[in-house]
């Protein structure tokens, strides 16, 4: 089994809001995989004493811990179950009410030696690829199709399509988003590697056209997950000012990549 994890923050001044975690139990033939990407708050108040690090923090370390020691439970009820405990955890304290609660989007995978299971909620991504070196990405793409009427400024998503019918879900304080996420199972023997990405590492397929999601999992193989964020960061330092790639809110944003080769 091969395994990488890198994740690096976009500003070194700042936390990372991104999480990143592999389980391999010491005995059987299975792991889990979890990704999360921190949504970063508009300017304003959020409703929550709590940073998104430590949101992230908490949702994945109760994912982590609920994918890997009860493998009856589905990945949605999972991530629900996750959300729930989160939740639980800093209602006493927290408006979770309000739209800017701190929240994360989400792509989670757990294997064994028959099966694959796959989560996606939001714009995270996870790509499957086949021994035949086929590649099936894994995508939540409600947030990509909304009108751009609805996106003009954060507050205006928020209000109008986040977490909302006919917008995009994130995984925030109400745990029945789970049953929103993309999900999957495909058979063990139909999957050569993962590749688990936020948004940011995505970047070198949605922002900066290096190659399409086919292409990924061959690139990251050669050169790593360091090799890849590397990468995003020479292109986004050398499109700083975004005048080539329009509509990039920040020059560097978090990036995390988990490749594995069950």
């Known amino acids: 089994m091969r395994t990488e994890l890198v994740s690096e923050p976009g500003d070194p001044a700042r936390p990372n809001e991104d999480f990143a975690a592999l389980a391999v139990p010491a005995a059987g033939q299975g792991g889990v995989l ?22 992230t923090a908490r949702l994945g370390g109760a994912l982590t811990e609920l994918t890997a020691s009860r493998r009856d439970v589905p990945l949605a009820e999972a991530l629900s179950l996750a959300i729930d405990r989160t939740a639980t955890s800093h209602s ?24 694959v299971d796959h989560l ?10 086949s021994p035949d070196g086929t590649v099936t990405p894994v995508l939540d793409d409600r947030l990509a199709r909304l009108p751009r009427a609805l996106l003009v400024s954060d507050e205006v998503a928020d209000a109008r399509a986040r977490n909302k019918e006919g917008g995009f879900f994130t995984a925030a304080a109400d745990p029945s988003v789970a ?20 948004d940011g590492a995505g970047r070198w397929v949605e922002t900066f056209h290096e190659g399409d999601w086919a292409d990924l999992p061959a690139y990251v193989r050669k ?6 964020v590397r990468r995003v960061r020479e292109l986004e330092t050398s499109d700083a000012e975004a005048r080539m790639f329009l509509g990039r809110a920040k020059t560097h944003d978090d990036a995390t990549a988990v490749y594995v080769e069950p």
């Open 34 to 55: 979890v990704v999360l990407d921190g949504v970063t708050p508009p300017r304003g108040p959020t409703g929550c004493v709590h940073t998104v690090p430590w949101y």
């Open 92 to 115: 006493q304290t927290c408006d979770l009410s309000h739209p800017r609660t701190p929240q994360a989007t989400v792509a989670l995978a757990r294997w064994d030696e028959r099966h």
């Open 120 to 129: 996606v909620l939001s714009d995270a991504a996870l790509l499957l690829e």
């Open 179 to 198: 049953a929103r996420a993309v999900t999957g199972r495909v058979a063990r023997a139909d999957v050569h590697s993962l590749l688990g990405l936020t």
């Open 223 to 228: 050169a790593g997950p360091g090799g890849l």
